[in-house]
């Protein structure tokens, strides 16, 4: 789950990381309300979407009064941002966040993730603050410095300093930056974070280190002992199929593609977007029915499948184990009727029961449910099927 900047922010002050002064804002007035609390005679105008590339795309703006704030506030607010995590449809901007000014001395890049080839939280830096990190891996890698923290033995001075060395930062200010790392892991562990991302991280001309920016995502599977983390979730910026298809216990992420996949098992559902793609096709999402796949729970994925214009085909991979290759052949055929399917459906069943499965499908004698021998055939028909032919 991820959250919006001035939630990331008011967790990490409560942690002793150093941000600026904000305030949070629906309205135009709300802006002005939230510039005159902050003070100053600088703020800084931020969209609040789920998506980083907002400088690039228009939406951070400086103001220099409590007018211009206002005024970029109603030109932001229900504006549509296209930045390059959004994609070519964007995000409407229904909130922002007024900060003040800073003066800033540098940039840094600075992130806390979970490597799961080394079973560790790894600190990332960088010298190249403001930049996205995919870009400074691509065009300057060897600015990049990664610090690894052993779980058995958690954060220590030791993995700060080599950060701060690696970054060549200045002795008088090495003492700061060890705090706001150690601040940070602290965080990260207490929250159930997946990810902390501080971009840009200045380094003002006092020497002092304060996030500019913060982005922050969470295990969804931990959620349930981090209620206080839960309740900041905002579904409007959460894709809504995605919203409907967990409350059905179905574990859905909407692709780019046009075929539709439905799988029992997050391994097969990976291995299916695989096989889609070597065989020239791109999925149009990632539905995990579960192990206990039902006619019921089949019925609503092709409903939440079929809602998306994109689906050309839809190919059904399902390996049958607890839950009856037969059983899950009937749901199949029950749920097409129910929902008047006009897209070509490729059914691969193996398992249990698959060869009764088969009978029952070639019986029903649909003219768009068409039964596949096995994975790499399944696929290669849907992908034709997809592209028309």
Known sequence: MNIHEYQAKAILRRYGAAVLEGGEAQTPSEARAAAETVGGSLWVVKAQIHAGGRGKAGGVKLARSLEEVEAIAAQMLGSRLITRQTGAEGKVVKRLYIESGADIKKEFYLAIALDRALESPVFIASSEGGMEIEQIAREAPEKIVRVAVDPATSFQSFHARSLAFALNLPNETQSGFISLAKALFACYEATDANLIEINPL???????????????????????????????????????????????????????????????????????????????????????????????????????????????????????????????????????????ATVPIVVRLDGTNADLAKTILKKANMRNVIAADELSDGAKKAVELAKGN
Not at 209 to 235: T, V
Not at 286 to 303: I, M, N, P, R
Not at 316 to 329: L, M, P, S
């Open 202 to 340: 200045a380094l003002t001309s006092e020497g002092n280190f304060i996030a500019l920016d913060a982005k922050m995502s969470f295990d969804d599977n931990a959620l349930f002992r981090r209620p206080e983390i839960a309740a900041l979730r905002d579904p409007n910026e959460e894709e809504p199929s995605e919203i409907e298809a967990a409350r059905y216990n179905l574990s859905y992420v909407k692709l780019d593609g046009n075929v539709g996949c439905m799988v029992n098992g997050a391994g097969l559902a990976m291995a299916t977007m695989d096989i889609v793609k070597h065989e020239g096709g791109s999925p149009a999402n990632f539905l995990d029915v579960g192990g206990g796949a039902s006619a019921e729970t089949v019925a609503k994925g092709f409903e939440i499948i079929l809602r998306d214009p994109s689906v050309k085909s839809i190919f059904i991979n399902i390996f049958g184990g607890i839950v009856r290759c037969d059983r899950v052949a009937n749901g199949i055929l029950e749920a097409a009727k129910q929902i008047d």
